[in-house]
């Protein structure tokens, strides 16, 4: 992170900042739909961001549609097979990688129709949904946001990632998931989203981030 040049901005200023850099965007598949990764931790709040974002394409007249890996998640039994604090499997295993493919970008590719798959399981009733595909018009935009996007080859068209440092890591993470922590240290050091994502934004004080200017 030392070496990216931040400089300070306002929430409101970023969402529209990189709502009208997704106006230019190019689909690098060719298709109609440009494809945004919106990365951090739970505690870094990539949804927030992700609503800022859709809200400002929305008063320019471009239609985007917010998908958060939340909706994704593999069934408890699966998640929770070596135990209900497993960093490795928190790491590799909690999200249906496969579905997202499937029911996400499957859609989005130049030939498809389209209909998005807005979430698949219900973490709290660990029950199948049931939500019906919801279409994005030509030119619309996915936001897909949640933690350790970088670590699939997901086809996104520009990555954005909501750095916390690992001091506000941990104070902004509930004490109930400090387990988890080590998860984005390996991330971090693995993956190195600060150095790969095309826009970063640090957000240790959430009330002043400061980001890359992409």
């Not at 969402?15 to 945004?36: F, I, M, N, Q, T």
């Not at 790491?91 to 698949?120: H, K, M, S």
């Amino acid at each position: 992170m030392d070496r990216v040049r931040l400089e300070p901005i306002t929430w409101e200023r970023l969402g529209d900042a990189l709502a009208e850099r997704l106006l230019d965007l190019k689909p690098s598949d060719g298709g109609p739909w440009p494809k945004v990764a919106l990365d951090g931790a739970p505690a870094a709040r990539p949804g927030d961001l992700a609503a800022r974002v859709h809200e400002a394409l929305r008063v320019r007249g471009r239609s985007s549609l917010p998908v958060a890996t939340d909706g994704f998640l593999r069934p408890a039994s699966l998640r929770y097979e070596y135990g209900h604090e497993d960093v490795e499997a928190y790491y590799t295993g909690w999200f249906d990688t496969g579905a997202l493919w499937r029911e996400v970008f499957g859609p989005l590719e130049p030939d498809g129709t389209g209909r998005v798959l807005p979430d698949l399981w219900d973490p709290v009733t660990d029950r199948a949904t049931r939500s019906a595909p919801v279409p994005l018009a030509p030119g619309g935009v996915l936001l897909l946001h949640g933690p350790l996007l970088l670590n699939h080859w997901f086809p996104f068209d520009l990555t954005v990632h909501v750095s916390l440092s690992p001091g506000a890591l941990r104070r902004r993470t509930p004490e109930s998931d400090h387990w988890t922590l080590p998860a984005f240290a390996r991330y971090d050091s693995e993956t190195a989203p600060t150095e790969h994502a095309d826009v970063v934004i640090r957000a240790d004080d959430p009330r002043h981030p400061a980001w890359n200017g992409g």
